[in-house]
Every structure is written in structure tokens, then in C-alpha cells.
């Protein structure tokens, strides 16, 4: 069983007198940032001079440094910018000003994991994982509740790291709904797995193969829409808030025995097997050479490529006119 560690049982007193710099303030940075100032953490931003978050940042209320000079004042550097630009931000902007015992912090691990980056040995290596996108994160935070996170550490120099992480956590929010103990090896794997074969990939793929199946059948662009993409919210909030079980109790009896009966014909062991070939690549390091490749010569320009090419989809195109329908 997992260890679970809820509000009560973590202290914000171990942390209180520490300072944490947060690298980054995009979607992820700004939430917890935020959510850790108003906790009573001290806080400050490092970031670059020139970039659009500073003067951001600075309304939001937070002291701001360039990242050099906030590693410098800081107990805990909290890293929150995109995987692929994390080594070479830490190699020119963090590694020359480390001091022993400070601790380097992340959101996912995947630079510590594949070893993109190597911290010396006399500093503490964190993880703090929510499991919610940033905005979320900030609205619940609002609301007094939390999103649950993963938390791991990888190195402990001070013998504190755990203390440290579990602040984070509690000063974020994420205790007031559980953080579960991990490690930085099953965070990166387990979570790159998800959103490649179910969350962002396997629905994508999913839902564009039922809307071609129904188009190509006859039917209207629109009907297939609805069916095949709009009313997937409903059916994932009901197996979020009630499981799988419950989601088929909340639907009709005749989606549920349809459900049941055909979902194995489309997701069969064959769509398994598959699923495991994609594991295997990730936990080899397949992946993430391939990733790393793709990003040193296509970059952003690159993604951005491959996303016009799916807007192109009929499916984007008649969501894009029932979406400005609905949503006026």
C-alpha cells in the first residue's frame, strides 16, 4: 500500500524559515508560486529579464531575480520550466551558483531521471508532482481544498529532504487532498505511459477513429461530434467522481450493456499489447532519446507543425462551429 500523508499530518514549521525560489512561471510556476506566498512561504521568482512573465510575476505580488541571483538567495530551487530547456538552464544559470545544502526541486521527473541533469552530491533532490493542471491547482487552493500530488525524494544530503518536500506539498495545497510517496523513476515512467496511450494520445486517437468511422458510414459531421467527442466530458466526470463501476450505473441500460459487451472489441489485447510496446520504449529510454532528438532540430516549430496538420481534421473543423454555438 502506498504511503498516503494528509494535511494533519504535515507541519509548515520545518520549512517556515527557509527561502524557495521558484525557476519558471508558466501554468505550473504560477499556481504554486502563488499558492506557497499565500501560504506564509517566503518565496521568489527567478526568471529571465527580458521574459514576458517578469512584469507578471511582479503584479502578482512576488520579488523577482534573475535565475543566477535567485539560486543564490535561496534554500530550495524549485525548477518549473519545460523539460527540454531544463539542462541547459541549469548547466549555465544554476549548477556555477549551488552551495551545499540547498536542495533542487521539481515537478516531474524526467531531467534527474534520464540523467539530463547530475546535481552534486551535497544537495538535496525533491520532487513535488500535483496532478492537476495549474490552473486548478490555484482555484481549489482558493476554495480551501488541494489537487493530490506525488512527492519522492531522490537524494537526501541534509536528511531533511523529506521535510522539505512535504512543506512544498502542504504549502501548495496538495496535503489538503493527499500526497501519495513515490519515486522519480515510476513518476517519470508511469506518467509519460498515461499520456501517451490514454490520456492525450489514446483518447486523441480514439475519438478521431469513431468520428471517421461514423463520417465514412454516412452519417452528418455534426451527430458524429456530439457523440463521439462532446459527451465524453459527461462519462469522464462520472468515472472521476464515481469510478468505473459507478459511471456504468449512471448511464442508460442500454449504454451499459453495450459498454460492456463491445469495449473489449475495440480496446482488445491486441490495443494491450500495444500498450506495452509503448512501456517498453519509455522505460529503456527509447522515448526520451527520441524526444530529445525531435526537440534539437524541430524544437517548438516542430510541435507547432504537427498540431496544424490535426486542425486540418475534420473533426476541428465542425467542433470549431458547434464550439462558438455553445459557448457564446
Request: charged residues 25%.
Amino acid at each position: 500500500m502506498a504511503k498516503i500523508w494528509r494535511d494533519s499530518d504535515v507541519s509548515l514549521e520545518s520549512v517556515k524559515n527557509e527561502t524557495f525560489a521558484v525557476i519558471g512561471y508558466g501554468i505550473q510556476g504560477r499556481a504554486q508560486a502563488c499558492n506557497m506566498k499565500d501560504s506564509g512561504l517566503k518565496v521568489i521568482l527567478g526568471l529571465r529579464k527580458d521574459g514576458k512573465s517578469w512584469e507578471i510575476a511582479q503584479k502578482d505580488g512576488h520579488t523577482v531575480f534573475e535565475i543566477p541571483e535567485a539560486v543564490k538567495r535561496a534554500d530550495v530551487i524549485h525548477i518549473l520550466i519545460p523539460d527540454m530547456e531544463q539542462a541547459n538552464v541549469y548547466k549555465n544559470q544554476i549548477e556555477p551558483y549551488l552551495k551545499k545544502g540547498q536542495a533542487l526541486s521539481f515537478s516531474h521527473g524526467a531531467a534527474i531521471h534520464w540523467g539530463w541533469i547530475k546535481p552534486p552530491e551535497w544537495v538535496d533532490v525533491i520532487m513535488l508532482a500535483p496532478k492537476a493542471p495549474g490552473q486548478r491547482m490555484r482555484e481549489l487552493y482558493l476554495e480551501n481544498f488541494g489537487v493530490p500530488a506525488l512527492v519522492a525524494v531522490q537524494q537526501n544530503f541534509t536528511g531533511r529532504a523529506w521535510e522539505r518536500v512535504l512543506g512544498m506539498a502542504k504549502a501548495v495545497g496538495c496535503t489538503r487532498a493527499g500526497v501519495i510517496q513515490t519515486t522519480f523513476k515510476e513518476e517519470v515512467e508511469t506518467d509519460w505511459f498515461g499520456e501517451q496511450v490514454d490520456l492525450c494520445g489514446g483518447v486523441d486517437r480514439l475519438i478521431r477513429s469513431a468520428f471517421e468511422t461514423l463520417i465514412e458510414a454516412g452519417y452528418q459531421p455534426e451527430v458524429a461530434y456530439f457523440e463521439c467527442l462532446h459527451e465524453l466530458k459527461l462519462i469522464v466526470d462520472l468515472i472521476q467522481r464515481k469510478g468505473i463501476s459507478g459511471m456504468y450505473q449512471g448511464v442508460s441500460e442500454t449504454a451499459r450493456y453495450g459498454g460492456l459487451t463491445r469495449g473489449g472489441m475495440v480496446i482488445d489485447e491486441h490495443v494491450k499489447e500495444s500498450m506495452k510496446r509503448v512501456l517498453a520504449d519509455i522505460q529503456s529510454g527509447e522515448f526520451a532519446k527520441e524526444w530529445q532528438s525531435f526537440y534539437s532540430k524541430e524544437g517548438v516549430k516542430g510541435l507547432e507543425k504537427m498540431l496544424a496538420e490535426l486542425e486540418e481534421h475534420p473533426i476541428e473543423k465542425v467542433g470549431k462551429e458547434l464550439r462558438e454555438l455553445m459557448w457564446k
